[in-house]
DNA sequence: CCTACCGATCGGTAGG
DNA sequence: CCTACCGATCGGTAGG
């Protein structure tokens, strides 16, 4: 009869690091965006990390925790990184290109998050659902805005601002459904391309 | 003691009329596209149907093969719309441009299924799901290499047909996801916007 | 971090 | 179309 610990180690698992709150979170990400929320239990979570279900529950809540903590940070994330794109700059063009290529780089280089954001939201609970969604209107209705002054300058000229506002969000927000990080593409080069998509969306009048 | 016929009349819920696969399939397009496949339980759909879960499967052979039925068929539309609309036009950017319409109009008209495509087909077991994704890929490519064509022709100005192609489709996929049938703007509308995002994008030089 | 265990619910079947 | 029921699995707790 061989001891535990050797029968463990004779699996060929590869060795465990530590587990901790931040590891947990990142197997939830990974196991989420593959199958999504409901098609995820926490009992595969705890075999990615080489541990029994009910110590997951020393480095997080409940599921609900785990997912509202993701979708939370994500939204909070892309609205900081919003604001500050755009007061670098000034011109209401390059203000929507900016914008843009920073919303693009963002689902071209945390794929999982953004999948996640965009098809669990509904699996979360209120008021962490409703919370979530804030930020996302407050993000969608800036831009909104930022086209609606490009066209009332005479800058765009595009027939209704929210149309094209969505259209210029969720083309980048699909890159987190498609990019391929090992491709031929760079995550820049994506996120350039987008950016431009979206100025001729809109019909800016463009040096260069 | 009432009849029990007496007490289901008087629980106020609406007169069940006759349930049928295609009743079925209807209520289960509306609950999957809210929740998710997943986050459905089929004793919601027979709820929603005034029967009991077992009734069920007097119309379908199990939740699984439902799901394959309505991806299925939404891709084989989606694909046999696609051809139809292409072959009406010989112009490579007029082909775009139907291509694009008819597909945002269908993401528009058609919000429960085009949730339920792009968010459920992993939830589809093999040999079903990479039946749709060749549905898919062969609109995909279909696409890319009009958009390749106009590179070639000279007449499309882009960097990248496959980045360009993936662009103008999922920002016409999105529309099943913002677009309000009630609202101000008709779903031709939103598809005739998209159609013409799609000619900027790729900076197709148009007439008028 | 574990074992042992909980009530609830899942998709589905038997047999009318 | 129903009642009665199945094994499996779910998220989570007790108590070390």
């Known amino acids: 009869m061989e001891a535990k610990s050797a029968v463990r180690r004779s699996t060929g ?3 465990r ?25 926490l009992s595969q979570i705890a075999k990615s990390l080489q541990i029994q279900t009910p110590s997951l529950y020393n480095h997080m809540s409940s599921k609900q925790d785990l997912l509202g903590a993701i979708l939370q940070d994500t939204t909070d994330r892309v609205l900081s990184e919003y604001e500050d794109a755009i007061e670098a700059v000034d011109d209401v063009a390059e203000r929507l290109e900016v914008a843009t290529y920073v919303y693009a780089l963002r689902h071209a280089t945390h794929p999982r998050e953004a999948v996640i954001v965009n098809r669990d939201v509904t699996a979360l609970e209120e008021p962490a659902r409703s919370a ?61 391309q987008h950016a431009q998509f979206a100025l001729r969306i809109v019909s800016a009048h463009v040096a260069g």
């Not at 965006?33 to 409901?38: D, P, Q, T, V």
């Not at 909104?144 to 765009?156: M, T, V």
């Open 13 to 15: 698992a590869t060795a």
């Open 132 to 192: 979530v969604y804030a930020n996302r209107r407050k993000h969608a209705d800036s831009v909104r805005g930022l086209i609606q002054e490009g066209i009332d300058s005479g800058e765009f000229a595009v027939d209704n601002a929210t149309v094209a506002a969505f259209a210029i969000l969720e083309m980048c927000v699909s890159i987190a459904r498609w990019f391929d990080p090992g491709g031929l593409i760079p995550a820049e080069g994506v996120a350039r």
């Open 17 to 41: 690091v530590s587990v901790n709150p931040g590891a947990v979170r990142d197997v939830a990400l990974t196991l989420f965006a593959e199958r999504g929320y409901h098609g995820t239990a």
